[in-house]
């Protein structure tokens, strides 16, 4: 009996050839999944180091407000990175910085003089995968940061 005519090659023909197709699909599924995980892998990074920005913005203005002899000439009730140009000296260059680090963002900064407290929320945009909201379709978002430091006596 030669391999050519046995019942057991006759019956398996064109099966291997499915099996390849779903096997190739699968693995394309995972791949697809593999890079989709890297997109979103490099867009936390890009938003941590965004969130990393406006703290260390929010550090830097307290550190301004606590050093100046009054600390209210730090106060903003609703600043803009587009609007630096209406603040002056030492705040005015910190705002043209954020403006280059974090376009597009706000910041509000307040003093309480009876609890010798500054406080700095930064509101910047990043982008969001995958969520969203009523107010934001996906792709946009916006993240803040609030930090609140409190003046010794």
Same mark, same amino acid.
């Given at each position: =009996?030669?391999?050519?005519n046995s019942p057991i ?17 699968? $693995?394309?599924?995972? $791949? ?45 009730? &609703? ?7 209406? $603040?002056?000296?030492?705040?005015? $260059?910190?705002?043209?910085? =954020? &403006?280059?680090? #974090? ?9 309480s003089g009876a609890n ?13 995968? %995958? ?13 803040? %940061?609030? #930090? ?6």
């Open positions: =009996m030669t391999l050519f090659r006759s019956a398996q023909r064109g099966f291997t050839l499915i099996e390849v197709l779903i096997a190739v699909l699968i $693995l394309g599924i995972g $791949l697809l999944g593999a890079a989709a995980l890297q997109l979103l892998s490099l867009q936390n990074i890009s938003n941590a180091e965004l969130r990393t920005q406006a703290t260390l913005f929010a550090q830097e203005l307290s550190e301004l407000a606590r050093t100046a002899s009054n600390p209210s000439t730090f106060v903003q009730a &609703s600043g803009s990175t587009a609007s630096c140009s209406a $603040l002056s000296g030492e705040f005015e $260059l910190w705002c043209d910085e =954020m &403006s280059h680090t #974090l376009p597009g963002s706000t910041f509000v900064s307040t003093w010798l407290e500054f406080t700095t929320t930064i509101t910047w945009p990043e982008r969001v995968m %995958y969520f969203e909201t009523a107010n934001s379709p996906a792709g946009e978002g916006t993240s803040s %940061y609030t #930090l609140i430091t409190r003046f010794t006596p």
